[in-house]
C-alpha cells in the first residue's frame, strides 16, 4: 500500500466575507498551493462549493506540515481591517490511507484516505481547525491530544508572527537566510519564532513525518 494524504477543508465562515474580498480570499488559497508546490512538492486541489476544497498530497510525510501551511496561508493575507476580529482560517481534516481510485476529478477519486479524511471532517467540533485520522487507532490515539495542543498554539499566533513561521515551515533556510528573504534583523525573526513556541509545532510535525516513515516501509 502506498500511503497518501488528503486533506478537506472548509474556510472558516466564507459568507461574512465581504463579496469584494471573496475573490482576494480564494486567490490567497490558490497562492498558498503555488509556494507549497514551489518549495514541498506536487499536490493535486480542487475548490467546490465555493468555499470548500480537497487537497492530494502524494508524499505523506508532507501532509501535516502542508495541512498548517494552508491555514496559515489563508491566515497571513486577513485584510487589514479584518486582523482583530477573525483572522482568515480553514478547517482542516487530513486522513491518511491508500487512494484506490484516481479520476480526473478529486471529488470523484476514492479509497481510504478520502474516507479517512472524510469522517475525521464530520467530527470536527465547531472551535476545532485542524484534525489527523490515520489508519491506525494507536496513532490516532497518540496524535489526538497533540493536535488539539497544535491547533490552540496555531490560533494564539499574532499577524507577524504568522508571516515569519509561515515561511519558516515553507522554505528551506536557516534563521539567517530567512530574515534576509524578509527584510527583518535576524534577532527579531528568532525572537518572533521562539515567543510563538514553533519548536512545538515542529516536534509535532516531526513526530508525524517520523510515523509516516515508518509505516509506509512496513506496508
Do not use: C
Given at each position: 500500500?502506498?500511503?497518501q494524504g488528503?486533506i478537506?477543508?472548509d474556510?472558516?465562515?466564507?459568507?461574512?466575507?465581504?463579496?469584494n474580498k471573496r475573490?482576494?480570499?480564494?486567490?490567497?488559497?490558490?497562492?498558498t498551493?503555488?509556494?507549497?508546490?514551489?518549495?514541498?512538492?506536487?499536490?493535486?486541489?480542487?475548490?467546490?462549493r465555493?468555499?470548500s476544497?480537497?487537497i492530494?498530497?502524494?508524499?505523506?510525510v508532507?501532509?501535516?506540515?502542508?495541512?498548517?501551511?494552508i491555514r496559515?496561508g489563508?491566515?497571513?493575507?486577513?485584510p487589514?481591517?479584518?486582523?482583530?476580529?477573525?483572522?482568515?482560517?480553514?478547517?482542516?481534516s487530513?486522513?491518511?490511507g491508500?487512494?484506490?481510485?484516481?479520476?480526473?476529478?478529486?471529488?470523484?477519486?476514492?479509497?481510504?484516505?478520502?474516507?479517512?479524511?472524510?469522517r475525521?471532517?464530520d467530527?470536527?467540533?465547531r472551535?476545532?481547525f485542524?484534525i489527523?485520522?490515520t489508519?491506525?487507532?494507536?496513532i490516532n490515539?497518540?496524535?489526538?491530544v497533540?493536535?488539539?495542543?497544535?491547533?490552540i498554539?496555531i490560533?494564539?499566533?499574532?499577524?507577524l508572527?504568522?508571516?515569519?513561521?509561515?515561511h519558516?515551515?515553507?522554505?528551506?533556510?536557516?534563521?539567517?537566510?530567512l530574515?534576509k528573504?524578509?527584510?527583518l534583523?535576524?534577532?527579531?525573526?528568532?525572537?518572533r519564532?521562539?515567543?510563538a513556541?514553533v519548536?512545538?509545532?515542529?516536534?509535532?510535525?516531526?513526530?508525524?513525518e517520523?510515523?509516516?516513515?515508518?509505516?509506509?516501509?512496513?506496508?
Amino acid at each position: 500500500m502506498h500511503i497518501q494524504g488528503v486533506i478537506t477543508g472548509d474556510i472558516v465562515d466564507s459568507t461574512k466575507v465581504e463579496s469584494n474580498k471573496r475573490t482576494e480570499l480564494l486567490l490567497a488559497l490558490k497562492e498558498t498551493i503555488a509556494d507549497i508546490r514551489q518549495h514541498i512538492g506536487v499536490v493535486e486541489f480542487e475548490i467546490y462549493r465555493g468555499d470548500s476544497f480537497q487537497i492530494i498530497i502524494p508524499d505523506s510525510v508532507n501532509a501535516l506540515r502542508i495541512a498548517i501551511l494552508i491555514r496559515l496561508g489563508l491566515q497571513r493575507k486577513t485584510p487589514n481591517e479584518n486582523i482583530r476580529s477573525q483572522k482568515w482560517d480553514a478547517r482542516i481534516s487530513l486522513g491518511i490511507g491508500d487512494i484506490s481510485f484516481s479520476a480526473s476529478s478529486i471529488l470523484v477519486s476514492d479509497g481510504e484516505a478520502f474516507r479517512n479524511s472524510g469522517r475525521a471532517f464530520d467530527k470536527l467540533g465547531r472551535n476545532d481547525f485542524l484534525i489527523v485520522n490515520t489508519p491506525w487507532i494507536e496513532i490516532n490515539n497518540e496524535l489526538e491530544v497533540s493536535t488539539k495542543f497544535a491547533d490552540i498554539l496555531i490560533n494564539s499566533w499574532s499577524y507577524l508572527q504568522i508571516e515569519v513561521i509561515y515561511h519558516y515551515l515553507l522554505r528551506k533556510m536557516t534563521q539567517k537566510e530567512l530574515a534576509k528573504v524578509l527584510n527583518l534583523s535576524p534577532q527579531t525573526l528568532n525572537k518572533r519564532i521562539v515567543n510563538a513556541k514553533v519548536e512545538a509545532i515542529e516536534k509535532y510535525i516531526a513526530r508525524f513525518e517520523e510515523i509516516i516513515k515508518e509505516k509506509d516501509g512496513v506496508e
